[in-house]
């Protein structure tokens, strides 16, 4: 890392947990850009937000969710 960066993420780390994600999300997209989504996709996620929102879907644990995606790996994975 050149020292303008480790300064900034010296900075950076300052921040509280809330303002280093709005940083996180403001950046990603300038190196990361998209297409934009088919509306199709646009309204499952509108109605996923929704229903979480409203509190008819609450969700999975993170933990569960990648315990669940590496057995999924896993699984697939050809034998020796």
Do not use: F
């Amino acid at each position: 890392m050149s020292n303008a960066v480790d300064a900034l993420l010296a900075e950076a780390m300052k921040l509280s947990p809330e303002d280093r994600a709005e940083l996180i999300d403001r950046l990603v997209p300038t190196l990361l850009p998209h297409e934009p989504l088919h509306p199709e996709w646009q309204a499952e996620i509108a109605r996923r937000v929704a229903d979480m929102d409203a509190g008819r879907d609450l969700g999975i644990p993170a933990e569960e969710a990648m315990a669940q995606l590496r057995a999924h790996i896993l699984s697939r994975r050809p034998r020796p």
